[in-house]
């Protein structure tokens, strides 16, 4: 039986890089289910194009979704779930996407792949208090023991001004998703029994894992509570429920190539053509940045060279 895979695409910018990944994927698996999932607060998506493609789904959100906040990715993740469940759609993986991410290796090998594996996830993740975390106990701390309130884009300079007492108190401000202003959390979810864990946004996961995340949550609602008041809760809060429960099989790699050596403001570097021969041989599946503003003929590259196929005319 053929594996399939739920391709999860959150977008915010760029429509016609949407339209092209969307039909990458669609050209590369005829069975597998696309979702999409616009924000349409930072850009219009004409859904027209998609529109006659089959099994590609746009999934309605209502929420207004901040960066870094509960509402921008995580909650959207959440509703899908539900979503696949109440449409009754069969699916044996869940593998999410960004609308600037692109594959590197062929669709139908990605999911012989996920189809042959023994694990049930591949996820980057990392105990944030152990020394293998590559964040700075600063950070964690930060992120995830301190409770938020955005407060308007004029209080940027003046939290800028007095960040010193960040030192000294225990407040935190967050200035590159905010202006942010953050308490130390008079109770966490987190002691030895229940870790927390960081690791990036993007992975691929079984059907189990992903039902066992949200049943996870609706059966202890502090944990959600406590992270809907974190900053960029989308790279801890999967990792967390899913290493603290004992039961599934992860391998600590999420199988995308994502270069944040230089990240600015949480963005990752952008690819272009002269990233292709290190990407075909990374083993990666998919990779990101891509931006059509930067560097446009990267993605026929790789349609050509590791997808084995020819770009769609006008693409």
């Not at 446009?296 to 006008?314: F, S, T």
């Amino acid at each position: 039986m053929s594996t399939r895979v739920c391709y999860f695409i959150q977008t915010h910018r760029d429509p016609e890089q949407i339209y092209r990944l969307v039909r990458t994927l669609r050209r590369g698996s005829p069975l597998a289910t696309i979702v999409v999932q616009h924000n349409f607060n930072s850009c219009h998506l004409d859904w027209t194009p998609l529109a006659g493609l089959p099994g590609v789904h746009l999934l309605e959100y209502g929420t207004r979704q901040v960066r870094a906040n509960f509402s921008c990715q995580v909650q959207p993740y959440l509703e899908l779930i539900d979503w696949l469940e109440q449409e009754g759609i069969s699916y044996d993986w869940v593998v999410s996407l960004t609308g600037q991410d692109y594959p590197v290796t062929p669709i139908a090998e990605i999911e012989t792949f996920l189809g042959a594996a023994e694990s049930d996830g591949f996820i980057r993740y990392w105990d944030v208090l152990s020394k293998e975390n590559p964040w700075s106990w600063r950070k964690a701390r930060a992120r995830y023991w301190h409770h938020y309130r955005r407060l308007p884009d004029r209080a940027a300079p003046v939290l800028h001004a007095v960040r010193l007492l960040t030192r000294v108190l225990p407040i935190h401000f967050y200035l590159d998703y905010g202006p942010l202003v953050g308490v130390r959390a008079w109770r966490t979810p987190f002691d030895d029994g229940f870790r927390c864990y960081g690791g990036w946004a993007w992975f691929s996961l079984r059907r189990s894992a992903v039902l066992f995340l949200r049943d996870f949550l609706a059966s202890r609602p502090d944990v959600e509570a406590h992270y809907r008041r974190t900053v960029t809760p989308e790279e801890s809060l999967v990792q967390t429920v899913l290493m603290n429960s004992g039961r599934f099989k992860l391998v600590n790699d999420d199988l995308r190539y994502i270069d944040y050596s230089k990240a600015h403001k949480g963005s990752p570097r952008t690819l272009t053509a002269a990233d292709v021969p290190m990407l075909a041989d990374g083993g990666y599946h998919f990779a990101r940045k891509f931006d059509y503003g930067v560097d446009r003929q990267v993605l026929d590259v790789i349609d050509r060279e590791l997808l084995g196929m020819e770009p769609e005319p006008g693409a």
